[in-house]
């Protein structure tokens, strides 16, 4: 073998572990998320009403755990007299189904201004966590959500069947297993700060560095090689 047809070989095994990295990247499993208009019937201390939202659901990941944030595009049901600063608190479930089952609670601050009469209540983001019992594909899909404002309380259950919110590729933790899932009410931001998002993000760093790994051992082995035949030549 000539020195120049040598450097050829080894200039290969380094692209084609270039190459390998890359395709373990592309291969991140992404998770899905999108906007869904939910049709909400409303049973109100002073009939029923309805009114179509759409619904955001995001995921940010906390250890083995997501905090989940509702999100309400358009305001639902109304009221007859106003509702000053403070006076409306909502809160919601969200069902999962697909690999794990249940329901996630979520809830989130009262109004932060006076809501006038007649008109459509807007929803502040609602969040919760979920904790995964069982790993694989899960769904997250709009449900009932509850408004409590000035001593009634108003029920609205999405009458469309609505699609997922969001579909997660989830772990569950070492112990967990079995059983419905649940969420614990929560509101405002995790004492620990900001934390990473879920989703296509996380799957792509975490593969991306098993990518690195797979380019930083073809290149050693390059350099081994490379090292290996100038000894024999000397």
């Known amino acids: 073998?000539?020195?120049?047809?040598?450097?050829?070989?080894?200039?290969?095994?380094?692209?084609?572990a270039a190459l390998a990295g890359s395709a373990v990247l592309m291969a991140a499993p992404a998770a899905h998320a999108e906007v869904v208009d939910v049709n909400y019937q409303c049973k109100t201390p002073i009939?029923?009403?309805?009114?179509?939202?759409?619904?955001?659901?995001?995921?940010?990941?906390?250890?083995s755990d997501y905090k989940l944030t509702m999100s309400w595009q358009e305001g639902v049901s109304s009221?007859?007299?106003?509702?000053?600063?403070?006076?409306?608190?909502?809160?919601?479930?969200i069902s999962v189904a697909g690999a794990d089952s249940g329901t996630v609670a979520v809830s989130g601050p009262a109004n932060a201004a006076a809501i006038?009469?007649?008109?459509?209540?807007?929803?502040?983001?609602?969040?919760?966590?979920?904790?995964?019992?069982?790993?694989?594909?899960?769904t997250f899909t709009a449900g009932?959500?509850?408004?409590?404002?000035?001593?009634?309380?108003?029920?609205?259950?999405?009458?469309?069947?609505p699609e997922p919110s969001l579909t997660l590729d989830v772990t569950a933790a070492s112990g967990n297993s079995g059983?419905?899932?649940s969420g614990e009410p929560?509101?405002?931001?995790?004492?620990?700060?900001?934390?990473?998002?879920?989703?296509?993000?996380?799957s792509a760093i975490a593969l991306g560095t098993l990518g690195g790994t797979v380019l930083l051992a073809g290149a050693a082995g390059v350099l081994w090689l490379t090292?290996?035949?100038q000894t024999v030549r000397r």
């Open 1 to 16: 073998m000539t020195y120049r047809t040598y450097q050829k070989r080894t200039a290969a095994l380094a692209f084609a």
């Open 47 to 63: 009939g029923d009403k309805s009114a179509v939202s759409p619904i955001d659901i995001k995921s940010v990941k906390s250890g």
């Open 79 to 93: 009221s007859p007299v106003e509702l000053g600063k403070g006076a409306m608190s909502p809160s919601a479930v």
């Open 116 to 138: 006038p009469a007649n008109t459509p209540i807007k929803i502040s983001d609602l969040s919760g966590t979920y904790t995964p019992k069982e790993s694989g594909e899960v």
């Open 144 to 161: 009932v959500l509850t408004i409590e404002a000035l001593g009634t309380t108003t029920t609205c259950t999405p009458s469309n069947d």
């Open 179 to 181: 059983g419905s899932t």
């Open 186 to 202: 929560q509101s405002g931001t995790d004492s620990g700060g900001e934390l990473p998002q879920t989703g296509p993000e996380d």
């Open 227 to 229: 090292r290996r035949h």
